[in-house]
Nanobody, 127 residues
Framework: QAQLVESGGGLVPPGGSLKLSCKFS????????MGWFRQAPGKEREFVAV?????????FVADSVKGRFTMSRDNAQSTVYLQMNSLKPEDTAVYYC???????????????????WGPGTQVTVSS
């Protein structure tokens, strides 16, 4: 069993930055692949970023946020982060972190592949 809790959301003007955190509670955090997803009103949950358990296999982000968002993890703190820069109004959504240990390359972008989810944190980009 694992629990995830996101934090760091808020209201930011276009062009601003936010750093989201996701705290993991449970065992063997470094064996979990962790992902960030977002969901805007009336839309499906969409992939934002993912990082492997050790982090050594790297991370990658969705094309829509490439060059602006970066995902990282601190296994000693059992926490993953999403640094978001140059935010745009279309980035407005509830942001969720997910974790799983059964993911393979072809499933990393699928919400259904993740076993655990946090309650989400709202990010609003508006002037």
């Amino acid at each position: 069993q694992a629990q995830l809790v996101e934090s760091g959301g808020g209201l930011v003007p276009p062009g601003g930055s936010l750093k989201l955190s996701c705290k993991f509670s449970g065992h063997s955090f470094n064996t979990y692949t962790m992902g960030w997803f977002r969901q805007a009103p009336g839309k499906e949950r969409e992939f934002v970023a993912v990082i492997t358990g050790s982090g050594r296999s790297g991370s990658f982000v969705a094309d829509s946020v490439k060059g602006r968002f970066t995902m990282s993890r601190d296994n000693a703190q059992s926490t993953v982060y999403l640094q978001m820069n140059s935010l745009k109004p279309e980035d407005t959504a509830v942001y969720y972190c997910g974790g799983g240990r059964r993911l393979i390359t072809s499933t990393l972008r699928r919400p259904s592949a993740y076993d655990y989810w946090g309650p989400g944190t709202q990010v609003t980009v508006s002037s």
